[in-house]
Structure formats: C-alpha cells, structure tokens
C-alpha cells in the first residue's frame, strides 16, 4: 500500500504540528506533496523545517493558485491552516475537487460558510475532520468515560470557565484575530474548543443561547481608563513597546523572525501589533448561558487578560458531582515549541456522589500541546496500525463536519445574542 499524500494551505505557526509529523513520526505511511500560502517567503521556511525532519522539501503555490496545487500534485488529503475566515473556501474546492480535508478549528466563523460546506460534503461525500485536540487530552477523555457510564447519572447543568493568561491571552489581540471578519471573535475561534468539549462530555447539542461580552480591558480606550499615556503601532521599531510588558519582539526568535517578520514583504501581515491600539474589534471579557436539546444548562465564562491560564469546569448531575481543575502552560504561538503549547501543569479530577464520600480520579499522564491531546490526536489522524486495520475508540473523539459545525454554532449564536440582546435559536442558524 502506497503513502497517503497530503497537501497543506496555510504555512503560519499551527500548520507545523502537522507537516513535521508527516515528514517525521508518520513518514513512512504519509508524504507532503506541496505547500500553498499567501507568502513565498513563509512556505521556503516551512520547506526547510520540513527537511530538518528528514522530508523533501516540496512544490510551493500562491494562494491564489489552490486549484492548481491540487491538480498538478493530487493529493488525498488537504490540511487547511489558513486564517479561519478563508476554511471554507479551502475546505468546499479540496473536496469538489476530489479530496478529503483535515482542517484545523474551527470548521468557519459564521453560518453562511458553515450551511455551505455542510451542503458541500453532502454533494461531495468526501470526508471532513476538524483536529479537535482538547478531546484527546486524557483527563478530557476521562471526564467522558465518567458521563458515559453514569457516574453522577444524568447531567442537569454545567459551569465551564476558562482563563487565558496575559501572555496567551494577548496575543489573540496582537494578531489577526483581533479583527471579527477574521476569527469571529474568540466565542468561534478559542470557545470553539470548550462547546465542543461539552457537546463531546454530554453527547448532546445545543438548542438555545443567550450570551453577554465586551471589550474591556485591551485596546487603547481601556489602558487610556487606566492611566496609559504612550501608545504605539506595533513593537518592531518602536521605543514605547520597549516599556510595555505586552509587547514581543519579533526579531528575537528563529520562527517569528522567519515566519513573520521576513515574510511581511510578500504577506502584508504585521504579527505584533500593539494590544492596546484603537481598532481592537473583538471582546475579551465574555459570558455565556445554553440550553441543551435534552435539557442541561450551560453557564461559560472566558475571560483573557488573567495571571493564571487553564480551566474549571463542574457537571452537577442526578447522583453527584464531577469536577475538573486544570493550569495549563502558557504560551506564545509561533515562539513556543508546539509540544510546550497547553501542556499540562496541574490537574485534579474529582467525584462527588450524592451520600458518600468524595474521591480522586486517576488520570493517566501524557506529555505534549494542549494537554498531551496533540500527540494521541495525530496518531488518530496519521498513524497506522501494523496490520491495517482501523482502531475502534470508544468515546468517539474524531470529530467530523457535524462536530465542527455543533461547536462553533454556540459561539455563532452568542456572537448574535451579544449584538442583540436577545436569545438565539441554533436550529434558526443552520439546516442539517
């Protein structure tokens, strides 16, 4: 049997998770034909990264030539990494155009593009997988397996805060996806990950959501409140960034220097804009209520200029309680080695039944990004078993266009109900 061939869209930070695996760990079954960016300079690094892992480098498009990329390398399998306002375009023409995909979350920011590549896959039958990695993390895994087998019985309700740190956290409001058109705010582009974590617990889909949020700390109206009188565009270059905590130096790192700074020629894109500037577009203080189609309630929180990063999460259910606390490592994406990336620091899993004593669950531990879920996520994805057969998981963690689509609805819904006032109906968002 042959290696499985995929081509990869989108060379930013992220998309080294996957092209060093295919040329690295999985080589031997998978192979990268070709690298497809709005940036020259940015794939020409992606090739030699790919070769320091013992690849060949490989066929380079524009963006604007995705079609012929897929044409003249015919690739199985297409991984988009692209800002996430162009997923679906990459997703729609890879899979009309006879492929399967593999995308990073989430699947697209609204649901227009959501409802297009739905009918897309259903015209195409190809396969759509979104690499949910928080799914994979073990004790996210675990707290499936307790819901499963009934551990606290039925779930009533749920509370899920999530805190992003003043390194992590900020740097969403340095990048691209400061801008709504961009990322849909966080709500689709970071919360994408907890509402499908509790769609994925609970085994359920949302059916209602009312949300609040705003911009309250970043952005120059904010630090103004706070007494801040030096402003800037962006770090590189400025004396005023040099006071500033929130600032990153681009020139100080191999791969933000590479990636970003070299590649602002031919890409346009500025990665270190100053957190504080006035057109900041999206909102760092967010909270959210949902209604579950068999009746649990959802209260969320995220909030992202915290001195801690991780998450609390609590399932009140008909026989008890399950809690989980976790402090992840912070990190700077593109500066931070990706297996550093979420990794856990600390967690604690805790039962409590009605009527009897508390206990402590074990967890196994696993090393890597984002609660050690990357490395288990890529073996799902890339690895093959020694006889060819598939493995069968139990708790169902590939996550398919459906999943995509259930996890960013919320967060489409609560970017409405913000705009609104009012509570959102999902089922008036998208038809399956």
């Not at 192979?31 to 690849?55: H, P, W």
């Not at 996430?84 to 899979?95: E, L, S, V």
Request: proline letters at 2%; charged letters at 25%.
């Amino acid at each position: 049997m042959g290696k499985k061939l995929y081509a990869l869209v989108g060379c930013g930070s992220r998309a080294k998770m996957f092209y060093e695996a295919v040329a690295g760990v999985y080589g031997k079954t998978s192979q990268m034909v070709a690298f497809c960016d709005i940036s020259q300079t940015r794939m020409n690094y992606a090739n030699r990264l790919l070769e320091k892992c013992g690849g060949t480098a490989v066929a380079t498009y524009r963006h604007t030539d995705f079609g012929r990329m897929v044409t003249e390398t015919r690739p199985d399998c297409v991984i988009v990494t692209s800002v996430d306002r162009t997923h679906d375009y990459y997703i729609i023409k890879a899979m009309e155009m006879g492929c399967d995909v593999i995308t990073e979350k989430p699947m697209t920011i609204d649901e227009e593009k959501a409802q297009a590549i739905i009918d897309a896959q259903k015209r195409t039958s190809r396969s759509l997988r979104v690499t949910f990695n928080y799914r994979y993390a073990p004790h996210n895994t675990k707290v499936r397996e307790l819901v499963m087998s009934g551990t606290i019985g039925e779930v009533l309700s749920m509370h899920f805060e999530w805190l992003l740190d003043t390194r992590h956290g900020a740097d969403y409001y340095r990048r691209w996806h400061r801008n709504k058109h961009n990322s849909g705010g966080l709500l689709v582009h970071k919360s994408t990950h907890h509402f499908d974590l509790v769609n994925f617990w609970l085994g359920d889909t949302p059916k209602r959501v009312f949300a609040m949020g705003d911009l309250m700390f970043y952005g120059m109206k904010n630090a103004e409140k706070r007494g801040v009188t030096d402003f800037y565009h962006r770090t590189h270059g400025s004396e005023a960034a040099k006071n500033d905590p929130f600032a990153i130096d681009l020139s100080a790192d191999e791969e933000m220097r590479e990636m970003y700074l070299a590649a602002e020629s031919d890409s346009g894109y500025v990665r270190d804009r100053s957190v504080f500037s006035d057109d900041v577009a999206i909102e760092d203080v967010m909270a959210v209520t949902v209604r579950y189609n068999r009746g649990t309630i959802l209260t969320y929180s995220l909030n992202t200029y915290m001195p801690w990063e991780g998450f609390n999460v609590a399932l009140n259910g008909t026989k008890g309680r399950i809690e989980l606390a976790v402090a992840e490592n912070s990190y700077v994406s593109g500066r931070d080695k990706i297996e550093h990336q979420g990794a856990t620091e600390s967690e604690r899993l805790t039962v409590r039944p009605l009527f009897t004593a508390p206990y402590e669950v074990e967890v196994e531990k696993q090393s890597g990004g984002h609660g050690g879920g990357d490395t288990v996520l890529l073996n799902d994805i890339f690895g093959t078993p020694a006889d060819g057969t598939s493995i069968a998981d139990p708790f169902n963690r590939a996550a398919s266009h459906i999943d995509g689509a259930m996890s960013i609805l919320t967060g489409i819904a609560a970017n409405k109900s913000i705009a609104s006032g009012m509570a959102v109906d999902i089922a008036d968002l998208l038809k399956f």
